[in-house]
C-alpha cells in the first residue's frame, strides 16, 4: 500500500497548495493502476474500505485536468479496470451448482461493501459529468463517459433490487449513484441512457458471459439485472441488439423453477410488443417464440399461465392474421391455443386457474370473431360448466364468462338458436340463485343480474324472438320479484 499511499498524499497535498506549481504531479495512469492492483490484493476488510475511502477522496478532491489528461486508449483502460475492482469489493458470492440458492449469511457483508463503493462511483460520476459538462478538454460523451458507464449502470441496478444482498441503506446508495449517473450523461431516465448503442451494447457485453446456460444461476443478481435492463429498453433501439436478447429470455422461460419462468415470458412478451413484426418473424424467431411458449400452457401455475396467454395472443398476429379480420377457412395457430384453453377449462379445478383462463377467454373470442364457430360445443361446455359455480367474493369467473357468451351471441349468432334451450336454463338457475345468495355483495349482485339479463336479449335476438314463449312459462313462485323484474324487461324489449 506504500506507493499508492505516497502518490496519494503527494497529490493532494499538491491540490491544497494551489501556490506551489512546481510541485510534480504523477501520472494518474500508473496512480490508478496501482490503486487497482491493491484493492485486488487487499487482505482484510478494514484495509479494503480504507483504500475504497482513498478512492473517493481522490476523485472528490482532485483537479479533474488532472484526473482525466491521459491518452485515450490508456485512460479508458485504466478507469474500467479500477471500477471493476471497487465493484469486485461488493461482488456477490457464486452459488456453487445449479440447484440450491445461498442462504442469507452468505450476504451479510455485501450491503456496507455496496454503500462505500456506491459512494466513490458516484463521485467519479459527479466530477467526470461535471468536467465534460463545463467543456473540459479530452474524450467527450464519446469516450471516458461511456466506457465506464455500463459497469457503474449495472452495479447500481444490482443493488437496487430488493433482495437478500441489499438492505435500505444499500438500496438508496444504489439509487443514488443511479440518479449521478443519469445526470452525468445528461440523461431524462435509464431507458434515454439506453437508447444509445454504446451503452446498451457495453451492457450486454459485460452480462452475456454470465447469461449462458451453463451460468446464469451462479450469480443471483445476473438474471434480475438482464430482465431489469431489457424491460427499459423500447422499440426502435430493442431490434439491433434482438440476436442477444432473444437467448438469455427463452433460457429463462424454459426454466421449471415458476419464477425463473415468469420472468422469461416477461422477457418475451416485452421483446414482442417493442420488435417491428418483420424482424420477428426473420431467421423464423416468431415460430420459435410461438413453440417455447406454447408448451407452457400444459403447466399448472396460474402466474405463468396468465403470462403466456397474454403474450401469445400479441405473438399470434406476428405470425398470421386475425381470425376475425381474414376470410381464411382453414384452422389456424389462434385455433390450436384456443381449443387447448378450452380442453384445460372443461376440467380445471383450481380456482386461481380457472379466473385466469376466464379472464383469457374473453380475449381470445373476441379475437377469433365468426370463426369462434369451429368451436362452439366447447365453449358452450365451458359457459355453461363455470355459469353453474359460485366464484366469491367478486364472481370474476362468472362475469367473464357471461361476457364471453355475449362475444359469442353477437359472432355466432345463427348457431345459438339450436343451444338457446340449455344456455337459457342455466342462465335463469344463475339469477335464482344470485338474487337469493346473501353473501354476495350487492353491487355484484346486480352486475351479475345485469350481464345474464344481456345475455338472455342477445339470445332472444339471435332466436328471432323466441324467448317470449319460454319465459312465459316462468312461474312467480319460482323466483324473486327482483328476478321477475328482469324477465319483464326482456319481454318489453321484445315486444318492441
Same mark, same amino acid.
Given at each position: $500500500?506504500?506507493?499508492?499511499?505516497?502518490?496519494?498524499?503527494?497529490?493532494?497535498?499538491?491540490?491544497?497548495?494551489?501556490?506551489?506549481?512546481?510541485?510534480?504531479?504523477?501520472?494518474?495512469?500508473?496512480? !490508478?493502476?496501482?490503486?487497482?492492483?491493491?484493492?485486488?490484493?487487499?487482505?482484510?476488510?478494514?484495509?479494503?474500505?480504507?483504500?475504497?475511502?482513498?478512492?473517493? #477522496?481522490?476523485?472528490?478532491? &482532485?483537479?479533474?485536468?488532472?484526473?482525466?489528461?491521459?491518452?485515450?486508449?490508456?485512460?479508458?483502460?485504466?478507469?474500467?479496470?479500477?471500477?471493476?475492482?471497487?465493484?469486485?469489493?461488493?461482488?456477490?458470492?457464486?452459488?456453487?451448482?445449479?440447484?440450491?440458492?445461498?442462504?442469507?449469511?452468505?450476504?451479510?457483508?455485501?450491503?456496507?461493501?455496496?454503500?462505500?463503493?456506491?459512494? &466513490?462511483?458516484?463521485?467519479? $460520476?459527479?466530477?467526470?459529468?461535471?468536467?465534460?459538462?463545463? +467543456?473540459?478538454?479530452?474524450?467527450?460523451?464519446? +469516450?471516458?463517459?461511456?466506457?465506464?458507464?455500463?459497469?457503474? =449502470?449495472?452495479?447500481?441496478?444490482?443493488?437496487?433490487?430488493?433482495?437478500?444482498?441489499?438492505?435500505?441503506?444499500?438500496? &438508496?446508495?444504489?439509487?443514488?449513484?443511479? @440518479?449521478?449517473?443519469?445526470?452525468?450523461?445528461?440523461?431524462?431516465?435509464?431507458?434515454?441512457?439506453?437508447?444509445?448503442?454504446?451503452?446498451?451494447?457495453?451492457?450486454?457485453?459485460?452480462?452475456?458471459?454470465?447469461?449462458?446456460?451453463?451460468?446464469?444461476?451462479?450469480?443471483?443478481?445476473?438474471?434480475?439485472?438482464?430482465?431489469?435492463?431489457?424491460?427499459? @429498453?423500447?422499440?426502435?433501439?430493442?431490434?439491433?441488439?434482438?440476436?442477444? !436478447?432473444?437467448?438469455?429470455?427463452?433460457?429463462?422461460?424454459?426454466?421449471?423453477?415458476?419464477?425463473?419462468?415468469? !420472468?422469461? @415470458?416477461?422477457?418475451?412478451?416485452?421483446?414482442?410488443?417493442?420488435?417491428?413484426?418483420?424482424?420477428?418473424?426473420?431467421?423464423?424467431?416468431?415460430?420459435?417464440?410461438?413453440?417455447?411458449?406454447?408448451?407452457?400452457?400444459?403447466?399448472?401455475?396460474?402466474?405463468?399461465?396468465?403470462?403466456?396467454?397474454? =403474450?401469445?395472443?400479441?405473438?399470434?398476429?406476428?405470425?398470421?392474421?386475425?381470425?376475425?379480420?381474414?376470410?381464411?377457412?382453414?384452422?389456424?395457430?389462434?385455433?390450436?391455443?384456443?381449443?387447448?384453453?378450452?380442453?384445460?377449462?372443461?376440467?380445471?379445478?383450481?380456482?386461481?386457474?380457472?379466473?385466469?383462463?376466464?379472464?383469457?377467454?374473453?380475449?381470445?373470442? %373476441?379475437?377469433?370473431?365468426?370463426?369462434?364457430?369451429?368451436?362452439?360445443?366447447?365453449?358452450?361446455?365451458?359457459?355453461?360448466?363455470?355459469?353453474?359455480?359460485?366464484?366469491?367474493?367478486?364472481?370474476?369467473?362468472?362475469?367473464?364468462?357471461?361476457?364471453?357468451?355475449?362475444?359469442?351471441?353477437?359472432?355466432?349468432?345463427?348457431?345459438?338458436?339450436?343451444?338457446?334451450?340449455? !344456455?337459457?336454463? =342455466?342462465?335463469?338457475?344463475?339469477?335464482?340463485?344470485?338474487? %337469493?345468495?346473501?353473501?354476495?355483495?350487492?353491487? @355484484?349482485?346486480?352486475?351479475?343480474?345485469?350481464?345474464?339479463?344481456?345475455?338472455?336479449?342477445? #339470445?332472444?335476438?339471435?332466436?328471432?324472438?323466441?324467448?317470449?314463449?319460454?319465459?312465459?312459462?316462468?312461474?312467480?313462485?319460482?323466483?324473486?320479484?327482483?328476478?321477475?323484474?328482469?324477465?319483464?324487461?326482456?319481454?318489453?324489449?321484445?315486444?318492441?
Amino acid at each position: $500500500m506504500e506507493l499508492s499511499s505516497s502518490l496519494l498524499d503527494l497529490h493532494l497535498s499538491s491540490s491544497s497548495e494551489r501556490s506551489c506549481p512546481s510541485v510534480p504531479l504523477p501520472p494518474i495512469a500508473e496512480l !490508478l493502476s496501482q490503486l487497482q492492483k491493491e484493492l485486488i490484493t487487499s487482505s482484510s476488510i478494514s484495509e479494503t474500505n480504507a483504500l475504497i475511502g482513498r478512492v473517493e #477522496l481522490l476523485f472528490r478532491t &482532485a483537479d479533474p485536468n488532472w484526473l482525466f489528461s491521459s491518452a485515450k486508449a490508456e485512460l479508458q483502460e485504466t478507469y474500467q479496470s479500477l471500477i471493476s475492482a471497487l465493484i469486485g469489493c461488493a461482488a456477490l458470492p457464486l452459488c456453487q451448482d445449479d440447484c440450491n440458492s445461498l442462504p442469507a449469511t452468505a450476504y451479510q457483508s455485501i450491503p456496507s461493501r455496496a454503500v462505500l463503493v456506491c459512494s &466513490a462511483l458516484r463521485v467519479l $460520476m459527479g466530477t467526470l459529468g461535471h468536467w465534460e459538462g463545463s +467543456g473540459g478538454p479530452g474524450l467527450g460523451h464519446t +469516450g471516458l463517459l461511456l466506457t465506464v458507464v455500463p459497469s457503474v =449502470c449495472i452495479f447500481a441496478v444490482t443493488h437496487l433490487q430488493d433482495e437478500l444482498w441489499t438492505n435500505a441503506s444499500s438500496r &438508496a446508495a444504489a439509487q443514488s449513484l443511479q @440518479v449521478e449517473l443519469l445526470r452525468a450523461g445528461g440523461w431524462r431516465d435509464t431507458s434515454h441512457l439506453l437508447m444509445g448503442d454504446e451503452v446498451l451494447g457495453g451492457v450486454l457485453d459485460i452480462l452475456q458471459p454470465q447469461l449462458t446456460k451453463a451460468s446464469w444461476q451462479r450469480c443471483e443478481a445476473v438474471k434480475l439485472v438482464f430482465v431489469w435492463i431489457l424491460l427499459q @429498453v423500447t422499440r426502435p433501439s430493442l431490434s439491433p441488439h434482438l440476436p442477444r !436478447l432473444l437467448p438469455p429470455s427463452l433460457i429463462l422461460s424454459d426454466h421449471f423453477r415458476p419464477e425463473n419462468c415468469i !420472468l422469461g @415470458v416477461r422477457c418475451l412478451h416485452h421483446i414482442v410488443l417493442n420488435t417491428a413484426a418483420a424482424d420477428l418473424r426473420q431467421f423464423n424467431r416468431a415460430e420459435v417464440l410461438y413453440h417455447a411458449l406454447f408448451k407452457h400452457l400444459y403447466t399448472a401455475e396460474a402466474a405463468v399461465i396468465q403470462l403466456v396467454l397474454s =403474450c401469445l395472443l400479441d405473438l399470434l398476429l406476428v405470425l398470421e392474421k386475425a381470425p376475425s379480420s381474414s376470410t381464411r377457412l382453414k384452422p389456424c395457430r389462434h385455433d390450436d391455443v384456443l381449443h387447448l384453453v378450452l380442453t384445460h377449462m372443461e376440467v380445471e379445478q383450481k380456482v386461481a386457474l380457472r379466473r385466469v383462463y376466464a379472464s383469457a377467454l374473453t380475449r381470445y373470442v %373476441s379475437r377469433m370473431g365468426v370463426a369462434v364457430c369451429r368451436h362452439l360445443r366447447r365453449v358452450e361446455r365451458v359457459v355453461l360448466g363455470y355459469l353453474e359455480v359460485r366464484d366469491p367474493p367478486e364472481e370474476m369467473c362468472r362475469l367473464k364468462m357471461l361476457e364471453v357468451l355475449q362475444q359469442t351471441t353477437r359472432a355466432a349468432w345463427p348457431r345459438m338458436e339450436c343451444r338457446l334451450g340449455a !344456455l337459457l336454463c =342455466c342462465l335463469m338457475k344463475m339469477l335464482v340463485d344470485v338474487s %337469493s345468495d346473501s353473501e354476495l355483495n350487492a353491487s @355484484v349482485r346486480h352486475k351479475l343480474i345485469d350481464e345474464a339479463v344481456l345475455c338472455i336479449k342477445l #339470445l332472444d335476438v339471435a332466436s328471432h324472438r323466441k324467448i317470449q314463449s319460454l319465459l312465459r312459462q316462468v312461474e312467480s313462485g319460482c323466483c324473486s320479484s327482483e328476478v321477475l323484474g328482469c324477465l319483464a324487461t326482456v319481454s318489453v324489449a321484445t315486444e318492441r
